[in-house]
T-cell receptor, first 110, second 116 residues
Framework: AQSVTQPDIHITVSEGASLELRCNYS??????LFWYVQSPGQGLQLLLK??????LVQGIKGFEAEFKRSQSSFNLRKPSVHWSDAAEYFC????????FGKGTKLSVKP | EAGVAQSPRYKIIEKRQSVAFWCNPI?????LYWYQQILGQGPKLLIQ????????DSQLPKDRFSAERLKGVDSTLKIQPAKLEDSAVYLC??????????????FGPGTRLTVL
């Protein structure tokens, strides 16, 4: 069965520092991959998605993600984190229905 | 454009009681989803509707959970009777087309259920 793994439960970074959130998927074929962000009391908002083509995907709010087939990874990056980026981030894979990872909570230090 | 609306936002009940959640998707969206998000986990799909028909309810605990989408617009999710392990946030989402893998899903704010 397909699965999505986010190895880091909680990450703390300083404001202005770079960020990388890890995501690994397990599926034979190339999946559709997504990153969502969930702020407290809010629904999930789509940051970016990958279907095919260019393996570096640009999203909203300055986020990007890189698909690496050889590593079955789809890591999310941001070069400079803002305090408003503090939230929970979910990686998801769609092969018929959306399968989410357990999420990574991001805290931002001033 | 108005987003996905859900009510109530919070609900506290005792075990064995019944509860119902309501979702109003984005206008014109054909596909509607209900997810269960237990604390510390990602959302898990419970049921997917296309218009007013069920596409996937394989993970819906049908002995206690039911859902309907009358007229292909609003939807309700019911739990009867509730158990302690049903404590979770229930998220509703909608997508504009017929639920293909590439579709973006738009999520509501969720209903936080606490079962005591």
């Amino acid at each position: 069965a397909q699965s999505v793994t986010q190895p880091d439960i909680h990450i703390t970074v300083s404001e202005g520092a770079s960020l990388e959130l890890r995501c690994n998927y397990s599926y034979g074929a190339t999946p559709y991959l997504f990153w969502y962000v969930q702020s407290p009391g809010q629904g999930l908002q789509l940051l970016l998605k990958y279907f095919s083509g260019d393996t570096l995907v640009q999203g909203i709010k300055g986020f990007e993600a890189e698909f690496k087939r050889s590593q079955s990874s789809f890591n999310l990056r941001k070069p400079s984190v803002h305090w408003s980026d503090a939230a929970e981030y979910f990686c998801a894979s769609d092969q018929g229905n959306l399968i989410f990872g357990k999420g990574t909570k991001l805290s931002v230090k001033p | 454009e108005a987003g996905v609306a859900q009510s109530p936002r919070y609900k506290i009940i005792e075990k064995r009681q019944s509860v119902a959640f309501w979702c109003n998707p984005i206008s014109g969206h054909a596909t509607l989803y209900w997810y269960q998000q237990i604390l510390g986990q990602g959302p898990k799909l419970l049921i997917q509707f296309q218009n007013n028909g069920v596409v996937d309810d394989s993970q819906l605990p049908k002995d206690r959970f039911s859902a309907e989408r009358l007229k292909g617009v609003d939807s309700t999710l019911k739990i009867q009777p509730a158990k302690l392990e049903d404590s979770a946030v229930y998220l509703c989402a909608s997508s504009p087309t017929l639920g293909g893998s590439s579709d973006e899903q738009f999520f509501g704010p969720g209903t936080r259920l606490t079962v005591l």
